[in-house]
């Protein structure tokens, strides 16, 4: 259990084993699950996992924006170490982990938050659990209906719905199984993807290609893909529309007719009757003076990104009816 900084609290240690080994090999592609381990944790408690690997390895896997610190150590294994002093480096990215499951009664569930950089957090208090999801977590465990309920924040930023990129890993419909309908306990899926498909095809330079130029209709095409293979599995998706990006600071992202295609889209998702229901973070957070920008007071200063107090009005945005049992 982390304690402060890279310091974790004396006893909280467990060694993991895989097939009862202490090392393990993943193959490309691959992914592992260690032993389980005897750990009691409480709600929102901060874990820490160190991770050793005796040579260089090169390209990893990651996750690039974690909005949280985490310390590379010097050489040596100093993955027993509870004090700080080996940790020298700090970065802000996830390196290899992907999840922690946690033993839970049958009567707990989870709801999946699957997005972008807006659900990955971008633009918010960096060690303070501010994305959105965060803010639902809260709201959702301070809300005795609603207290067992978890939220697992599958937003990666760049994510699209239909399309890969080297940045930014595959796309929604390529990781749905993975990351949403192979997770243990989930019940709910809520869907906030779609704006890098719109902005995406006016940026340049390889690590974003392709910059395909698709149709609000492409991108609806693809959320009902995304629909029939939640419900097949017997869960609830509530869609979310897309957030105003007027003026944002990326080149070539915004235009009007990509502003067309968002209006097109959130259209579709308020009026269609696809998704179970509609949660209105465009409403939420957009200007009423002028409805295509974000409200200064939310914007992180990109015009595209809120900040803190934007990821809070997201949530208290959703309505926790949506999660009761």
């Not at 639902?136 to 939220?151: D, I, Y």
């Not at 973070?281 to 990104?305: E, K, Q, T, V």
Request: aromatic content about 8%; hydrophobic content about 40%; glycine content about 10%.
């Amino acid at each position: 259990m982390q304690r402060a900084g890279a310091a974790t609290v004396p006893g909280s240690d467990r060694r993991l084993t895989f097939g009862g080994r202490h090392a393990v090999t993943i193959p490309a592609g691959a992914e592992t699950y260690s032993d389980p381990v005897r750990l009691a944790v409480r709600a929102g408690q901060t874990l820490a996992v160190s991770l050793f690997v005796a040579a260089a390895t090169g390209p990893t896997t990651w996750h690039a924006l974690a909005v949280q610190t985490n310390y590379v150590s010097t050489s040596g294994n100093h993955a027993a170490d509870t004090a700080p002093d080996a940790f020298t480096t700090q970065v802000t990215s996830w390196f290899w982990l992907d999840g922690i499951d946690v033993v839970a009664p049958p009567r707990d569930h989870a709801v999946v938050t699957l997005g972008d950089s807006i659900t990955d957090g971008f633009g918010s208090t960096v060690d303070a659990n501010t994305r959105w999801p965060d803010f639902l977590a809260r709201r959702l465990r301070a809300t005795p209906a609603t207290r067992r309920v978890s939220v697992l924040d599958e937003g990666i930023s760049g994510n699209r719905v239909l399309n890969d990129s080297p940045c930014c890993g595959v796309s929604a419909l390529a990781r749905l199984d993975r990351d949403v309908l192979a997770q243990d306990g989930v019940r709910w899926v809520v869907l906030l993807e779609g704006i890098n498909d719109i902005g995406f095809s006016g940026l340049t330079g390889p690590e974003t290609a392709p910059h395909t130029d698709v149709s609000a209709d492409q991108i609806i095409a693809g959320y009902q893909r995304i629909i029939a293979r939640v419900h097949a599995k017997g869960l609830k998706i509530y869609g979310a529309t897309l957030t105003p990006f007027k003026g944002t600071a990326f080149p070539g992202y915004y235009t009007p007719e990509g502003e067309l295609k968002r209006g097109a889209v959130n259209h579709w998702i308020r009026t269609s009757g696809a998704f179970d229901a509609v949660i209105d973070f465009d409403r939420a957070i957009r200007d009423p003076a002028d409805p295509l920008r974000m409200l200064p007071r939310y914007d992180s200063g990109d015009h595209l990104h809120p900040n803190d107090a934007g990821y809070a009005a997201m949530a208290d945005a959703v309505d926790l009816r949506l999660f009761r049992p």
